[in-house]
């Protein structure tokens, strides 16, 4: 394994080193794919508003400015220059003025403001735009503040997109044109028969008729059976099953950002986990150079220590030889006075 030299001693491996970047670019690739999966928000736009009086004084003439704020969605106000009569109503297109976003389950507080020039701006008034608030299959929510304001808002990312679903009454059309063919299939047959056998064609003409009325007769049955169950029971089910999709599309959603945030937070401990461990490892290696730099040093015979330190002494304005000699004078005569003693 190669490993860099720098001022302070050996670096991190070459090798180690591209791994670390390798799986740093990994990590970042992984944090955005997450991130970009769990930030699925629905763009709320408005569709129609009515603004029903204005709060500008009436002796300066001047027409409203109107604008909608919301809160903690990191957007701008966004300017209504349309809105400058009362009891008009204005309307949008369905993507032409977005006003805020909602997140699965979300809720956020918006207000109608009139923009003042020294004045406070006033408020229209307050309301509070809700994931779940929006209703099927085309995602229109009505807001209203009375004396104030009508408003009409749409998120089509809101709902849950409506499944396919076949009614009662598409079987029982299908059963009496099925029903119908076969009859007239039978009267035609029992016609082509009665011109064939002239002795019989009262009694085959009868037949024919009888035979197409007992044929028609069933898909009668079926298709006012039909219209009864499209009345009652099956249509009942049938419009009670959509608020349980939502409820389990809803569950879906949440259940994935939850899924996202946990894959976030393993992420994030396996990264400090690996970063610790290189630490630990680039550390335990400059250590050990830096102890085979020294046994080299220690180790060497040529290496005259008293001059290293003089040097070193006079660097910093003393002199380590002159207090080496008198450290070991001192030495000497501590025995000769300990001798001397009675």
């Known amino acids: 394994m190669t490993v860099g030299r720098g001022p302070n001693g ?11 970047r390798v799986f740093s670019m990994l990590l970042l690739s992984v944090l955005l794919g997450v991130a970009t999966a769990g930030a699925e928000d629905s763009e709320v736009y408005l569709r129609s508003l009515t603004i029903h009086k204005t709060h500008e004084k009436g002796w300066n003439g001047r027409k409203p400015e109107v604008y909608v704020a919301c809160d903690d969605d990191g957007r701008d106000d966004i300017d209504l220059h349309e809105v400058k009569h009362t009891e008009t109503p204005y309307k ?7 006003i805020t976003h909602l997140g699965t389950g979300q809720c956020r507080r918006c207000r109608l403001r009139e923009r003042d020039t020294f004045d406070p701006d006033d408020t229209f008034g307050e309301l509070r735009l809700c994931f779940a608030n929006f209703s099927r299959p085309e995602g229109i929510y009505e807001a209203a503040v009375a004396g104030e304001f009508d408003a009409k808002f749409q998120c089509l990312g809101c709902v849950a997109p409506d499944e396919p679903t076949v009614s009662a009454s598409t079987f029982a059309s299908a059963g009496g044109a099925n029903s119908s ?4 299939e039978s009267s035609q047959s029992s016609h082509s028969h009665s011109h064939r056998e002239i002795g019989v064609q009262v ?3 009868d037949s024919a008729t009888s035979s197409s009325s007992s ?24 419009a009670g099953a959509a608020p349980a999709h939502s409820a389990r599309h809803h569950e879906a959603k949440v259940g994935s950002a939850i899924a996202a945030g946990l894959l976030c937070v393993m992420v994030g401990v396996v990264a400090g ?4 461990r290189l630490h630990q490892a680039q550390k335990h290696r400059r250590e050990e150079e830096r102890m085979r730099e020294l046994d080299a040093i220690l180790g060497d015979p040529t290496v005259d220590f008293e001059q290293m330190a003089a040097q070193d002494g006079k660097a910093l304005g003393w002199n380590f030889s002159r207090l080496w000699r008198t450290g070991q004078q001192m030495w000497t005569r501590v025995p000769e006075k300990a001798e001397m003693s009675p």
């Open 181 to 184: 063919s076969a009859a007239s």
């Open 215 to 238: 044929a028609s007769a069933p898909g009668i049955e079926l298709s006012a059976t039909a219209t009864t169950a499209s009345a009652g029971g099956p249509s009942t089910e049938l």
């Open 273 to 276: 986990i690996v970063a610790y």
């Open 10 to 20: 050996p670096l991190l491996p070459i090798a180690a080193k591209s791994n670390f």
């Open 203 to 205: 009694s085959s003409n």
């Open 92 to 98: 949008w297109g369905p993507v032409d003025k977005a």
